[in-house]
């Protein structure tokens, strides 16, 4: 490909600036050299000239919280099957968790999972170290050289950091390097059995509920830790209206917190379980509709910064299963913008605002360069058909395992073209001849 690329007849969108309108993007050595809002600019002799047809052009979305398997458990994904999955969703930066075998507690495994992906990848994959050594809760991983190593963050995946001492220091000591932390926001304790929603619906299926309030008493406790430490804190995953008002009252309090909601969350509720559909069994549960609304509110109203895809592939062995046997988790990174999408399409949120909690807010939690539409930028870069029909067939998905929430279920929006560093890493079928 030429270095020079010129997206013309496109509908650009930069959350970051809140702009939105006709344009063109000059690309220029894979980052952004120009951007021309109305008419097409001039472009150099040697650019290679690609027609949008109109299609939203945005930021390339920006995945805070995927699983990957490797190393370790590369049966369920790998650093190239996650990133081609990523690549088909408009997905151009994801946040790795520290869950493998090895546990990225150490340097050597950051450096290792940096150079795989630099090898096997084509997308920016950013590791996230673990809180504490071997995900145990008990003794802290050095923080300051896994940063040096390239460690983006710090999450003891899906576990919570249980011991209140434990995790004071490590506020403290992310506090003095300047480092996120992350929490997983259930109190193992509470969440005990229980296999989903506590309520009426797990009730009548004989299933033992989680209470809202495993997620609150450990959201809680963390943000008065927060206030004693003065440390950057996201709250991985909120899923129900309690939560969002403790988060409001946080930010109202001027404490630098931050959270996140699993695309699931935001348009399915306990319902979708059905007749025991394990792809529906999930960390946090899908909580009630009322639960469902208050997210949503809390999207629209700036409490929720990001939305994320909670990429968890599980293989068949431990979803095929009886719902209690089942384990937590589901693939997500590819269907994250054409489920997400569906609250643009029934007027729950704008795309503006969906976009900036997919691109430009986690950007600057994670303090990237990223997730923008300026000159100089990364030309990570998103095309987006929001109006095309289809039906999720799991047959068609680049991840490893099949387990999708969403399988066989009609969405509306895909990405039709993704762009890193100006370089074409995935291209519609129906996109090439119009390309």
């Known amino acids: ?27 220029r050595d894979g980052r952004i050299g120009d951007v021309a809002w109305g008419p097409r600019p001039g472009a150099p002799e040697d650019c290679r000239t690609i027609d949008c047809g109109g299609h939203v052009l945005a930021p390339g979305l920006i ?31 994801l946040v790795c968790m520290p869950d ?56 003891d995946g899906l576990r919570a950091v249980t011991n209140a001492q434990v995790m004071r220091r490590a506020l403290t000591y992310a506090r003095d390097f300047g480092a996120l932390v992350m929490q997983h926001v259930e109190e193992p304790d509470l969440v005990g059995e229980g296999v989903m929603n506590e309520g009426e619906l797990a009730s009548r299926l004989g299933l033992a509920g989680i209470p ?22 996201h709250a991985a995953m909120i899923s129900c209206a309690d939560s969002v008002e403790i988060v409001r009252r946080a930010k109202d309090a001027g404490l630098p917190v ?57 293989d068949v062995e431990t979803k095929r299963l009886p719902f209690a046997e089942a384990a937590d988790g589901a693939l997500g990174i590819e269907t994250l913008l054409g489920a997400s999408l569906r609250l643009v399409h029934t007027g729950d949120v704008s795309l503006m605002r969906l976009l ?41 998905l680049k991840s490893r395992s099949k387990n999708s929430p969403f399988d066989e279920g009609r969405l509306q929006g895909a990405a039709v073209l993704t762009m890193v560093g100006g370089r074409i890493v995935h291209r519609g079928p129906d996109f090439a001849a119009a390309a």
């Open 356 to 396: 900036a909690a997919l691109t430009a807010n986690p950007a600057g939690i994670l303090g990237r360069a990223a997730g923008r539409l300026a000159v100089g930028a990364p030309a990570d870069l998103v095309l987006i058909d929001p109006d095309v029909p289809y039906v999720l067939d799991k047959r068609d």
């Open 212 to 233: 809202r309030e495993a997620e609150t008493v450990m959201l809680e406790r963390d943000i008065r830790l927060v206030r004693l430490t003065g440390a950057r804190y």
């Open 1 to 27: 490909m030429s270095a020079h690329v010129l997206l013309t007849n496109a509908h650009l969108c930069d959350p970051a600036s809140g702009r939105e309108g006709p344009g063109s993007i000059l690309i």
């Open 258 to 314: 931050t959270c996140g909601v699993s695309v699931n969350n935001l348009v399915l509720n306990e319902g979708d379980i059905g007749h025991y559909r394990t792809f529906c069994r999930l960390s946090p549960p899908l909580r009630s509709e009322a639960d469902r609304h208050a997210v949503v509110a809390g999207l629209n109203a700036g409490v929720i910064d990001v939305v994320v895809s909670d990429h968890n592939p599980q």
């Open 100 to 155: 493998t075998n090895p546990v990225i507690d150490g340097p050597a495994i950051v450096d290792f999972v940096l150079r795989r992906a630099r090898d096997t990848a084509c997308v920016g994959v950013l590791p996230a170290a673990a809180i504490t050594k071997g995900l145990a809760g008990r003794e802290m991983t050095e923080f300051g050289l896994l940063q040096e190593a390239g460690a983006v963050a710090f999450t």
């Open 63 to 93: 995945d805070m919280r995927a699983f990957v398997g490797e190393p370790g458990a590369e049966h369920r994904e790998t650093l190239a099957s996650a990133s081609a999955a990523a690549a088909a969703g408009g997905v151009t930066t």
